[in-house]
């Protein structure tokens, strides 16, 4: 079923409403704990969402990239075995990981036993239905990707916010974690009652040996972009903890805050255009070569930039008037580390067209390079401006680097497509 459907433009649209929806949702809610929660709260949230996006990245070895790569070059038997090794790949991560993630838990967070097993066992989960979204996105299957995606990621957190509001239930870290692990629990039963078996998957390949084989394999293609993968998250992310250890939870809360209401700009671009173009120009690089992915990128960087500009324009007015309307002075203090970030995030969620060509161009050595020599930048500057400029160091480190980073993408991208043209001439 997964493997034949063709997307049309209803499933486009419902595609792009729910997902919508989905990050309206965890915008409004990373707001409303800002707005009615402590700050440690929301420090520590912050912070849980900080390991999380890390540890998701390195509990899945970003096999999944590579699988996007070779999905559309496989006949759909060889489509079924690149999946089978994938996870049963991603069951022997998880009993790997999971110590991992539960001393994270600990040292990070709060050292409670208790909730650093809850925190672990919400990883686990989350992480795969991370990677169902992604396989399915590769496979071009929207529609299922986008239930999946909602599914995951509104219902705890309308729950969250309902019994705060009507019932005054307070708000912890502990309320947050049970309350997101038991709504994972509740998709992966929809999951495999509904979706599973659309994916031509039993479990009895986790005990064939061939799917062991499949799985050295995949190890193996997937260290190099595994490398790039670990670097990028730690770019855009190891400035939290840097904020966390000079400033505290209190300025980490409002760093992070500002950093969430950018966000929805990089959720606006990839909603708009990157789930629904973006592996439709993978495929035609796949199956008609350079030539004809060169058209289709233009189309492609046209439509980033047009609506990187709406995102922008948007997100500006609504960052704007939440710090007005919160009326909170830490808030408007630091104002004008709120548009240096969100102008931050516009070029980050621009370079992404270019990151796509040396991917598809196999230029990962080149792509390593150049996330190493970003995040080494980062960190320079990182330990220069943070102890001088607090938050709005930390904001001009990001406008800095994130700059630096795509404008070397897109002169590593033009050289390259340019000698593959002209070989091919």
Known sequence: MFLSKTVNNRTLNFSFILRGIS????????????????????????????????????????????????????ERNGKVKLLESQYSFYLINYIVFFPLIFFLFLKFVKDDFFFAMLFGFTIVVEHFFTEVFRTL??????????????????????FIMLSSFFYNIDISIEFIIISWLMNLLLVFIFFFFKCWNGLNLDLYFLFNEKTYVGIKHLLFSAIPYFSITVLGVLFSQIDKFFINDYLGHELLGVYFTFFTICSVLTLFISLTVGVNQGPVVIK?????GVGAYISARKRLVSS??????????????VGSLYIYISNKEIYSDNYLSFCILLLS???????????????????????FLIYLSSLLFNLLLLSILLPAYGVLGASITSLISTSFMVFTKIMQSKKYLKLVVLNEC
Do not use: C, M, N
């Not at 704990?33 to 912070?47: E, I, K, N, R």
């Not at 996105?137 to 309308?158: D, E, G, N, R």
């Open 345 to 367: 995030t516009a070029i980050l969620a621009f370079g992404q067209v270019f990151r796509v060509d040396l991917y598809l161009l196999e230029k990962d050595k080149v792509l």
């Open 137 to 158: 996105v590769s496979l071009v299957k929207v529609k299922f990707a986008t239930i999946i995606q909602f599914l995951k990621s509104v219902p705890y957190i309308v």
């Open 23 to 74: 990050s309206g949702v965890k915008f409004l809610f990373v707001l409303y704990l800002a707005s009615f929660a402590s700050g440690t709260v929301v420090g520590q949230y912050a912070l849980i969402a900080t390991i999380t996006a890390i540890t998701v990245q390195l509990i899945g070895f970003d096999v999944t990239t590579i699988i996007g790569r070779l999905i559309h070059k496989t």
């Open 304 to 317: 980033y930039f047009k609506y990187i500009t709406i995102g922008f324009i948007v997100s500006l007015i």
């Open 284 to 288: 035609i690089f796949s199956q008609s």
